[in-house]
Structure formats: C-alpha cells, structure tokens
C-alpha cells in the first residue's frame, strides 16, 4: 500500500461542475500539501493544511487529521483548471512523500 | 512568476558525466527544497537547506549532493549519471523551515543520452 493515495486518477468534467479530489495517507505527519501541475510542467502550491480547512477562491481544501484525509474541491469549474493535482504529505521526520497526481480535465 | 530561478532549463549529457543544477530562491526566503521528477517514480523529494544547513534528506542517492551558499543560492550536483536520472529536476523555496507554502522554480529537464 503507497504512503499517499489519491483518487480519482483521472477525472474528466464538464466547465462549471463541482469537482472533489480526495488524498489519503497511511503515516503520521506534519502537514499536507496540494500541489498544481500544468501541462507545461510548471508546479504551484495551491495549499498547505495542518487542520481544517482553507479557501482560495474557487479552489477549497479540507483534512481530517484522524480519518488521515484531505480533499480538493472546485467549484463552478473551467477549462484552465485542466490540470494534475498532486496531494503531498510531510511527515514527522520532514521527508515529503508525494500521491501519484489526478489528471483533471475540464470540457468547454 | 514563482520569484525561484532554476538554470540550466535543459541539459543534455551522457552516462557517466556530472552535472550542477543551479536554483535561485525567491527574495526573503531561506529554505530550497530539491524534487526529482521521473515518468516511472513521480515526484520525490530528494534535500532540503535552510540559512545554509541540511535540514531534512530524503530520497537524494549517494551520487547526488547539494548545498546552499551564504548567498541563498543552491546547487544539485549529480555525477556518474545513469539513464534513469533523466527527470525534470525542480527547486522550491519557502520563508520559514517547516510546513510553510512552497514556490516552485520551472525545473530543469536532464536528458541522459
């Protein structure tokens, strides 16, 4: 079992639909990263959580410390928001283990 | 635009070389996290510095080495290069040392020939 698992691992959805992302992790840890990758390689930091919940935006993040679960949330989504979103995990030693990524796609 | 500078964008060498990446963090930060990202293994995070100190090492191989200079800058040096390190090789800064938000360099893409 991957330390850090995401799913859905792909996700196609229509602009303007909510989309959920979920990541779970097995270890204990420190914080928990959302992570944005375009096509183009380029990576942005959408969020750091240690508990709770934030918002940027349209983009929502929550986690629950004790079921070791974090979701995404889009709301009113558009074709820019085409993406792989990647859940990082730090743990209590400080290394990072990263999920394998969602591949969103968003139609026009 | 992140503010973190990554040089070379692409390089391109041969098995058994040595190369240095080169990161420039964003003005004010003190810390420059190294990523490796592969096709086969996805994102791992490899050292991490802050003020000129190792502070957290993770999957970085014996080949690999890092530092940051009283500048700030950093730099990745991988020798005796194999094909499977060909990955694009991102850099991240941050203020603090721990659980702050990141900001990514736009990486180097290493091609092993």
């Known amino acids: 079992k991957n330390e850090v698992e995401q799913s859905p691992q792909n996700l196609t959805a229509q602009e303007g639909e909510f989309i959920t992302i979920n990541c779970s992790y097995s270890?204990?840890?420190?914080?928990l990263h959302w992570l944005q990758q375009h096509p183009g390689g380029g990576i942005v930091s959408l969020f750091m959580?240690?508990?709770g919940k934030k918002k940027h935006g349209r983009l929502i993040a929550t986690i629950n410390i004790q079921e070791k679960h974090s979701s995404l949330h889009i709301t009113a989504s558009h074709p820019r928001d085409s993406a792989v979103y990647i859940c990082?995990?730090?743990?209590?030693?400080?290394?990072?283990?990263f999920g394998p990524g969602t591949r969103l796609s968003v139609l026009p | 635009d992140s503010g973190v500078t990554q040089t070379p964008k692409h390089l391109i060498t041969a098995t058994g070389q040595r190369v240095t990446l080169r990161c420039s963090p964003r003005?004010?930060?003190?810390?420059v996290y190294w990523y490796q990202q592969s096709l086969d293994q996805g994102l791992q995070f490899l050292i991490q510095?802050?003020?000129?100190?190792?502070?957290a090492k993770g999957n970085i191989l014996e080949r690999f080495s890092a530092q940051q200079f009283p500048d700030l800058h950093s730099e990745l040096n991988l020798s005796s290069l194999e094909l499977g390190d060909s990955a694009l090789y991102f850099c991240?800064?941050?203020?603090?040392?721990?659980?702050?938000?990141?900001?990514f360099g736009d990486g180097t893409r290493l091609s092993i020939l």
């Open positions: 991240a800064s941050s203020v603090g040392v721990s659980n702050q938000p990141q900001h």
């Open positions: 270890v204990g840890i420190s914080a």
């Open positions: 959580l240690s508990s």
């Open positions: 990082a995990v730090r743990g209590y030693g400080q290394n990072f283990v």
């Open positions: 003005s004010g930060d003190l810390s």
């Open positions: 510095y802050y003020n000129g100190e190792e502070r």
